[in-house]
Each structure stands twice: as C-alpha cells, then as structure tokens.
C-alpha cells in the first residue's frame, strides 16, 4: 500500500451522509491531491455502498480496508443510470482492466481527498491482496577472532588469599534485650572502622584505582527548532528496454547523425584537457577589462598529454625536449606519495612499473617507454650523444638506457602532416588508434651499495670537451665524448661517474698504446658489451659533501647548475637534426681513459647549488689536501640564504653566461657569478609558492615562473622588476612541476608545462613574447652592470661605515686614557698608535698633514701626563 499521510479532523462517519444520493466527501476536498498512477479515487454515495455492499465503517472497517467488486456489476450500474454512476468516471478503466474483479479500498484518513480509492492493475492489487512477508533474520553463530582472550587478560581475578576478619560482641552484652527502630536506607550501613593493634600493623603497598577522564559538560540553548529524526526508505527497480526497442532506438538516423557529430568534438576535449575547465572562471574573463583579456594572447594551449595508464596517481618530476628530433619530448613519472614522505621512496615497493614516457607532438601519441627498476627523479640526454639518457632513481641508484634502435621510430609521423601547420592542434578522429609503444629496458645501474641513500633529484652530463680525475681535476677529453655524470642527493653529497672502464695493468694495453682511430675501430659497437662492465658494479669516480661555512654539518642540496663551458672542439657536430643518422660512435664509451693526460686550467670548477632549506651555496668541487695530507673538500666560497624554502630550479641565462635564475619558496632571484655580495634582484613574497622556472630562448630579459597553483608568470626585466607582465591561469588548479622552452622554427616557439597530476601541457608562445626588442640584450647588460655597481657602492659605504665606528672607538678620550694608563706606556702613541691612526684615516682619505699630526699629539700628551 502506498505511505500513509498526516491524519486529518475529518472522520469516517462523516463519509456517510444524512440523506441516499448525497455525495459522501466530495464537499470537504477542497484541493486536488496527487494520487499514484495505479490508483485513482472515487467518492461514493450512501445509496452506491449499500448498492455494492461496502458501507463504510461497516462491511468494510479500519481493520478491512478493501472489498473486490465485479467487472460486470460495475459496467451494468453504469448503463442504469449513466452519468449519475458514481463509476462514470472510470467507465474505460473498467473496459480496460484484464480481470473480472477489481479492488476497492476504503481510505478513512482521506489521503488522496476521497473515502475510497479504486485500484487499476492487477500488479497493484495482487500487491495489496498479499504483501510480502517480513522475514526475520536468523542469528548468525559466534566466531572467535581473539577477543575473548583479551578480555580474559583485561579481566580482575583474585591472586591471593581473601582476607578474615573476626567480629567480636562484647560479654556484657549477651541476653540483653535489644530494641528494634525504624531508619532509612543510609542508616543500614553498617561500618566496621579498623582500629590500631598493638601487635601488628598492615601498610598499604599498592591501591588498584580505576581512573577515567570525563569531558566537561556544558548546557547550552539555541532559538532554533527541534526536527525529530525519521526512518526513511525508498525502494526502486530499474527499467530495461526490449531487444525491438534498442534496435528501434539504434537505428534511428537522428541519433546517428547527433553521434557523429558531436563525437570528434569531445574527443578533442578529452585529449586537451578542456573538461577539467572551470566554467565559473571562464565566465569571469568574459567580464574582465583590455588589459586582462591580453593574457590568452601570450600562451595558447596547443596540446595536452595525459595516459590514464602510466599517470594516473602520478606526478612529473623531469621534463626535456629531445635535442635533434623535433616535437619529441620526454617527461618522468613518480609516485605523488613520494614527495610528501621522503623515507617512504626508500623503504616502501613500488606496487607498478616505473616509466619515462616519449610523447611526439606529430602524432599526440606515446612513441617510447623506458622503463625503470623504479620511480626517476631526474634524466638527461647525452650531450654528445643524445641516444644514450642517463636518469637517477628515487632510491639513489644511476640508470643509463640506449635508444639507438628507435630512433627512426621516433622520426615517423603516421599521418604524414607537419608539426608546424596551423591545423595541427585540431583534433582528427582518424589519427586514434591503440597506443602499443616499445618498451625500452635499462642498459646499466649503478650497485645499490655505491649509489646515494636517497633520491637523485638532479643530474647533469659534463660536456664532451673534458673529464675529471678522480680528485676533481678537469683534463683533456681526447674521445670528444661525455663520460661524466653528476648527481646530487638531500643524503648530503654530490657524486661524479664516469662510464669509461676501469683501468687495465696488463702490458698489452699500455706497453703500445694505440691512437683514438685504432681503438674505435678494433672497439665493439654492442650495447651489451658497451655497459656490460657497468651494470651492477658501477661506482662513483668520487664524492663531495658540502660542510657548512659557519656551523658544524653539512649542507643537503636539492639543484645545482655548472658553468655554461664552451664548445671549443672544431670537429664536425655529432648532433644532427630529424633525417640523420648520429655519426657518433658509442663503442667509444668502452674504452679506457688515454694514459697521459693534459690538464685544463682554463675550466671553471666553481658551481652553484640549492638546498632543502632555501640556501644558494658556491663552491668548488675539486679536492684539496688538508694539513695530514688528506683529499677533503674546502669550504664553501659563499652561501646565500635567500628563499628560505626548498630551491627547486637553478638556471643560467641562455644569453649570459655569467646569469643564474634561481627558484624557490615564495620568491625567485637572479644572480651574477663572481658577485659574492647577494642577488642582483630579488622578487617579492608571493601568497602562492613559486615551483618552478625558466629562461626564455629567444629573449634575454624574459622568463617564466611556475606557480602551486597553476598559473604562469611571465618576467621581463626591462619593463617591471618588481611584479609579473603577464599572469596565465593553467586550465587546471595544479602545482606546476617543471616548465622547458623549445624553439622549432623563428616562428613556432613552444613552452612546455607539466603537473604534478601527470598532465604534460604544451603552449604556443604568441609573437609578443619570441620577438626581440631593439637592442634588448644590450638594455640588459647595462642593467646587470648597473645593479652590479649599486651593490658594490652599497659594499662600500658598509665597510666605510664599520671603519668610521672603529675610529670613533680608537679616538674616544676615556677609552684612550684608560688604555695607556693601564698599560703603564706613555710612549706608545708616539710608536704603535700613531701608525695604527694614520692607517685608518688613509684608509677612508682623512689623513691629516705631518705637520698636524706633531702639534696635535704636542699637546694632547701633558694632558695626559696630568692625568
């Protein structure tokens, strides 16, 4: 039966009226109350219920509700009296009802406005006839988990003897009458105080005292009211279609037609990201002003990658643009926990492959996995060769993979279109296909035993113009080839490898030595025997440990940038662009290093690098001798503590050699190497933590700064050093990662974002930010060599200032007359402190005449005599 509603003041009796063929109810329903579409409510006359035998409150009553009536009955009191039938109305529901008897329920309450309802579908009154039965659920039998044991445990039993008290009555009380009185219940306790014996004494040991801490209470009230809770319940089946309806449905050619044309269209937005779009904050810029409506102009999305594979429940820690192959990028994956917990990357497995994944903007598809023992931090390509990647794992250990094999898989382009066409970023229906991309395995790690103890967050390759020896030293590269890899760790050391082979003592290898073209040519060009002495057993070539300059310890750097070297080789470029084959030979890497080595003094060992703590430390890694004759690494030049959070990019400008952007925190800085006195500028505090940053490629003065919450910030220096020129919303609110320019032609500039949901999104860079203004770097320049002198004049009047507190110091009276008196030497102004005068006033260019200096000490020296 349907819900029952609120009772109403209207009783049953009143159903019955004074006098035959007045209508019982249909005066009091004042308004039209919805009824189920299986019921429909009728009002009968008294001269109708006794006519069909359900009088209400009679033949049918509270506890019998309903009565069944005949079909034919029904249809032939209609044909007698026609519209005064009070079943008039339902007159083609009773044609139509299947059966012979329908169900007539009486409703006293009037829940639907009238006496009674009549029920219209069998399903309805078999519902009604015959309700489901309550079935109570039997109890399930007892299933010991263990906790019986605890309570057990937790349960008092007695362990010693129970204690006996004697009761004594005094003699001259026994057969005395005893008074019975009336008391209350407190008076019934009958206390049994202990006394001191003379004999013995019990001392109290221990007291068993359960304690248990309770909330205060608190009574409050409120003007609000008070809704009791219900009990309810809803209870549905779903609607399933025939076999002919879905076909009807499937074949309809307005369905059709609406498909294909919407389909392409939405899967154009779920390749770019266009979902996750807040509508709310798109409907904002409509409203915003000239200059705001701007900022769409300078970035424009081109493309978003994303697998839901690889990604999800991933974040991108290292982003690079393949050197040679146009519109290839690479991008690394890890575990979004392991950036929230350190230790956890260490001790806890992962549960799923690790990756580095090739994205190809030619295709918007995955060309190449390379995978990984575990989550990379951070990779590089070879500078000499870009077909050999060296990454560093998140537990410490160095990989290197080759991908020789695929690069002419990377090259392809299934559909035959060029990268640059304004049309690329629309979206083709014809271009989805499964994604079945090789998988690339590692060549060669490092032994866990030698590796860092914790993840490599930054590694760089040394360029092919030189090596170092194993104490820092940088020497001739006679291969023309990198074979130096460096790492840094938050476990507080940077390490430097070398992917030569060890060295060889017998006499055929050193008693003739070889020239480079007959090694390379007797060398084997095997990836397996190329890494095949490096795999399991690769070591560090040496370490660093930065200390710290002012305290006990050592720092833990995060980012470290080397010096911009020069190419100074004449040789023909290695690095050729998409269509070539690389006329490097990587057998080269097999060989050991020449015996005799020239050393290069030219080469700058000096490096910057950012700590967890926000600090910029400069310093070199070469090693030096301390006074037992040990190789230690010196203190650290300088150490600026600037962003007061972990630095997360460090990089030097593309036009400068001497300029390094530095990001961190919530706030970035731009140095100049060589000034050891701060940064040349410093931004503001932002509300939002500034993640990530990057020069531009075709324009010195501007660089772009990543924020957490997803916006893009673009810097130029000659406009405002103080605030943003431009602030780009991402589509999503997500912590930028890592942001690489690339250039593909003078007038296709990309700028590549990722997030630490695993998004890769590409901007076209607008013509306002690729093009030069006239004679910018020159601008520039002068204004680094400004800022560079103010800060020097500022050094200068700082050490003026403390040389000026030292003279007053020195030429203070009391303190004078103290000193010499103390020391009981009057000569020693006409000595030592005439010197140390005419030093300090030549110092700051108030040095008096020789003449002054005679007649001033004449006469200050009786007084103090006097004195």
């Known amino acids: 039966m349907p819900p029952k509603r609120r009772k109403r003041s209207t009783s049953s009796a009143r159903s019955k009226g004074k006098g035959k063929g007045r209508r019982s109810g249909s005066q009091q329903s004042e308004v039209n109350i919805d009824h189920p579409d299986d019921i429909f409510p009728v009002a009968l006359t ?28 029904i249809m032939e009191d209609i044909k007698k009296r026609a ?36 029920v219209l579908t069998p ?135 609406f498909c294909n044309k919407v389909t392409p269209r939405i899967l154009k937005a779920l390749q770019e990201g266009e979902i996750a779009k807040d509508p709310w904050k798109s409907l904002e810029t409509e409203f915003e002003d000239d200059g705001a409506r701007q900022i769409s102009g300078y970035l424009e999305l081109y493309f978003s990658f994303r697998d839901p594979k690889c990604t999800t429940d991933k974040k991108i820690s290292c982003m690079n643009w393949h050197p040679t192959i146009d519109g290839v990028m690479a991008v690394a994956l890890i575990d979004n926990m392991q950036t929230k917990n350190k230790e956890a990357t260490i001790t806890v497995p992962l549960s799923r492959p690790a990756f580095i994944i090739f994205y190809s903007l030619s295709d918007k598809t995955i060309k190449l996995l390379l995978e990984s023992p575990d989550d990379v931090w951070a990779f590089e390509f070879c500078p000499s060769n870009p077909n050999i990647i060296a990454g560093g794992c998140v537990n410490g250990q160095v990989l290197l993979w080759d991908i020789s094999a695929y690069t002419k898989h990377l090259q392809e382009d299934p559909s035959g279109s060029n990268t640059t066409s304004n049309k690329s970023h629309i979206f083709n229906l014809n271009t989805i296909k499964e994604n079945k991309a090789p998988v690339l395995h590692v060549c060669a790690m490092s032994a866990i035993e030698s590796s860092h103890k914790a993840p490599i967050t930054d590694l760089h390759w040394l360029p092919q113009t030189f090596e170092v020896t194993d104490t820092g030293l940088p020497v001739e590269n006679e291969l023309k080839t990198s074979v130096h890899i460096v790492t840094c760790s938050p476990d507080c050391t940077i390490m430097f490898w070398s992917m030569r082979a060890p060295q060889r003592t017998d006499p055929i290898a050193y008693g003739n030595q070889p020239n480079v073209n007959e090694r390379t040519a007797t060398a084997t060009s095997s990836m397996a025997e190329m890494f095949k002495h490096l795999d399991g057993t690769w070591k560090p070539l040496f370490r660093i440990s930065p200390p710290k300059i002012d305290s006990p310890g050592k720092y833990v750097p995060l980012k470290f940038n080397l010096d911009n070297y020069p190419n100074n080789d004449n040789t023909e470029e290695t690095s050729v662009k998409e269509g070539a084959e690389s006329t490097t030979d990587n057998s080269q890497l097999y060989l050991p290093a020449s015996k005799t080595l020239k050393i290069l003094k030219e080469i700058n060992t000096k490096f910057y690098f950012g700590t967890e703590s926000g600090e910029l430390v400069y310093t070199d890694w070469k090693l030096e001798k301390d006074e037992f004759g ?47 006195s701060g940064p040349l500028v410093k931004s503001p505090y932002s509300d939002q933590e500034c993640s990530a940053g990057c020069w531009s490629q075709t324009r010195s003065a501007v660089f772009f700064i990543g924020k957490e919450d997803g916006n893009i910030e673009v810097w130029n220096l000659l406009e405002d050093s103080h605030k943003p020129s431009q602030i780009f919303p991402l589509l999503t609110n997500t912590k930028i990662t890592c942001m690489k320019p690339w250039t593909l032609s003078p007038k296709e500039h990309f700028l590549a974002v990722t997030t630490d949901h695993g998004v890769l999104h590409v901007f076209r860079i607008s013509k306002a930010l690729y093009t030069r203004s006239k004679h910018e770097s020159l601008n520039l320049k002068n204004f680094f060599e400004w800022e560079t002198e103010a800060m020097k004049r500022e050094e200068n009047w700082s050490k003026q200032q403390k040389q000026r507190e030292e003279v007053e110091k020195i030429m203070d009276p009391d303190r004078l007359c103290k000193t010499l008196m103390d020391s009981g030497d009057l000569d020693l102004q006409n000595s030592e402190y005439l010197k140390l005068e005419k030093h300090i006033l030549g110092s700051i260019g108030l040095e008096p005449a020789a003449a002054s200096h005679t007649n001033t000490h004449t006469h200050t020296t009786p007084n103090i005599t006097q004195i």
């Open 46 to 73: 008294s001269a109708t219920q006794e006519l069909f035998g359900c009088c209400a409150d009679e033949d049918i009553t509270q506890k019998s509700t309903y009565k069944l009536l005949k079909k034919d009955i």
């Open 630 to 676: 040990r190789l230690c690494m010196p203190k650290p030049l300088q150490c600026f503590p600037t962003h007061h959070w972990l630095v997360n990019s460090i990089q030097r400008s593309p036009f400068f050699k001497d300029i390094i952007l530095t990001v961190g925190g919530w706030n970035f800085a731009i140095w100049k190497e060589g000034v050891m």
């Open 123 to 257: 399903e309805a009154k078999n519902r009604i006839l015959a309700p489901p039965e309550t079935v109570t659920p039997e109890p399930k039998g007892w299933i010991s988990l263990g906790s019986e044991k605890e309570i057990d445990e937790e349960s008092v039993k007695e362990t010693r003897e129970k204690l006996k008290i004697l009761v004594q009555k005094v003699h001259r009380r026994f057969g005395q009458p005893f008074s019975f009185s009336d008391s209350t219940t407190t008076d019934n306790i009958l206390e049994i105080p202990s006394e001191n014996h003379s004999r013995f004494s019990i001392k109290l040991m221990q007291r068993d005292v359960g304690i248990q801490p309770v909330t205060v209470l608190q009574n409050d009230s409120t003007q609000t009211h008070r809704s009791p809770q219900r009990n309810n319940f809803s209870q549905y089946s779903p609607r399933q279609l025939s076999n002919e309806e879905l076909k009807s449905i499937l074949q309809d050619e307005s369905l059709k037609s």
């Open 83 to 118: 519209e005064t039938s009070d079943f008039s109305s339902v007159k083609q529901i009773v044609l139509d009802y299947p059966e012979e008897e329908l169900l007539l329920v009486f409703d006293p309450d009037l829940t639907y406005g009238q006496s009674f309802y009549l």
